[in-house]
């Protein structure tokens, strides 16, 4: 299809990114929203955009379909199941993986969508809500640059910064994967820190204060230092990013690593230390609270 | 002894740190210098320093000694051995530890300091020898004040950031040590972050520049990022910090961790890491070649 400067978009999956990427969105585009819960489809409606109770209805009119759901799987269904996008986005329609799936993952999808006729492009997104919702995503881009330009404009509106990794779908979920890599180690070193300090009688808050500048820094223990410190006191840290999603995350770092026989005893660890906060029912918690399964709040 | 704004310094060991902080002293104080090497006491006369043939010798006319020596056992030998600084040092003299060797070593330092008249500043350096030479060190420092006052002018000159943690010796070494936690796990993270891009085949350099300044960055990961790099080229990184410096650190790391009953799973693996490169012949080498186990050169 030629350039669209004014695509049709349906986005699939309307959670904690894909609802204000689809809100920013339809602040530029015609956006036809879907997710299985009515409630997170009302406030799309609420923000200007449509709604479809399948993603095939919702696909139906589009020319691009952004998939923010939350892995894999979910993917896979909202693609090619009953109902699936794939029943109804016209032939040469673009889909837009912005979820971390993985590399090996997202070559499966591509190479399913040029089956039915189908353009993938490999896009996953970091930032968080509230950036997803002010178009200032980090997005990296695994895809050729005839299947880019088709949905720049979309990407240009969600992106503050847009990295092209390679041509291939799955270069971007590479990418991503050492991001997530690195972000989930340095949440779990920070976390160690602060059970240091707490351990040792120091006061975390000066701890972090005073290392977070120097060569101990990282933007993870300023970011989620002080918000680990939260977990000490009677208004624990709002939740912006789930520990749940690093269990699947550093699930997708250690399988990526374990195919390229790559060792990765870090992110190894740290993959662990996310399981453990997950078995002792903190999956749906800040991650920054990850901190409270190595210094309870309250210690023996 | 009240402040003495030229106070004369003996530095005790002229090594990558020692040498230049005992050369910038010497801009500013009396200074005699001792190492085991010839050569290091050399260096110091040629910068305008003074040299003695034993820790004893170099305390004999010295209001302060400042302690730059490996570790815990060379600390005690240089202070408390044959010829050492405490048979010399006048009745009240301070000691300003800057070595790392963990709160417990500078607790038991303190204590036998106490019993010879003498004063313990805790007082462990971070910033590499470049800074050490400018008078540009991170000091954290453990001492009562009246202790601190009496060095303060030593300290300002080799420090461009002084914190004072709190009033005990033990208590710089403890912020020190969750110092190293941090720059110890995040080097090992940046290693296992392009030795993963070099296993999926992206180019490792682009994956540093990209993540370095987002939500995957650290000091380390742009510090020692682009030296890894040089790993894989004909001009491997100068050593500025060897590994063997980190297989000692992190052992006082996960030693006060397991001591505070605090579990450190993430220090634990980058421990075995640098133990693992050590055992593979690169103790002496710069730390950023750590990345060379999780990813040698030619691969298999």
Redesign the interface.
């Known amino acids: 299809m030629p350039q669209n400067t004014s695509p049709h978009v349906a986005v699939i999956g309307l959670g904690a990114m894909g609802l204000p990427m689809a809100t920013h969105l339809a602040g530029a585009f015609p956006v036809t929203g879907f997710d299985i819960a009515q409630a997170r489809r009302d406030l799309l409606v609420a923000a200007g955009g449509g709604q479809a109770g399948t993603p095939a209805e919702a696909a139906a009119a589009a020319d691009v379909a952004l998939l923010a759901v939350r892995d894999h799987e979910q993917a896979s269904a909202a693609l090619f199941g009953e109902g699936g996008v794939t029943s109804t986005l016209r032939p040469g329609g673009v889909v837009i993986l912005t979820s971390t799936i993985g590399?090996d993952a997202a070559r499966e999808l591509h190479a399913r969508l040029q089956a039915t006729g189908h353009v993938l492009v490999d896009a996953p997104i970091?930032?968080g809500p509230v950036r997803a919702g002010q178009g200032d995503l980090?997005i990296?881009v695994g895809a050729e640059d005839a299947a880019l330009q088709q949905v720049r404009p979309v990407l240009d509106r969600l992106a503050s910064?847009l990295?092209v990794?390679?041509p291939r779908p799955g270069?971007g979920q590479?990418?991503k994967?050492?991001?997530?890599?690195?972000?989930g180690?340095?949440i779990?070193?920070?976390a160690?820190?602060v059970?240091?300090?707490?351990?040792?009688?120091?006061d975390p808050a000066?701890?972090v204060g005073?290392?977070a500048q120097?060569?101990?820094?990282?933007?993870?223990?300023g970011?989620r230092g002080p918000r680990m410190l939260q977990a000490y006191t009677d208004e624990p840290a709002e939740v912006k990013s789930r520990i749940d999603i690093f269990v699947k995350d550093m699930g997708i770092?250690t399988g990526?690593?374990r195919e390229?026989?790559?060792?990765?005893?870090?992110?190894?660890?740290?993959q662990?230390?996310y399981l453990i906060a997950e078995a002792n029912g903190l999956g749906a918690q800040d991650d920054s609270t990850v901190v409270t399964v190595?210094?309870p709040a309250t210690r023996p």
Not at 195 to 202: F, N, S, T, V
């Open positions: 590399p970091s930032g980090l990296v910064t990295t990794v390679g270069d590479a990418l994967t050492i991001n997530q890599l690195l972000a180690v340095h779990a070193a920070a160690e820190a059970a240091l300090a707490r351990g040792l009688g120091l000066v701890v005073t290392l120097g060569a101990a820094g990282s933007f993870m223990l970011d770092v990526v690593g390229a026989h790559v060792p990765l005893p870090l992110a190894a660890a740290a662990q230390l190595l210094s």
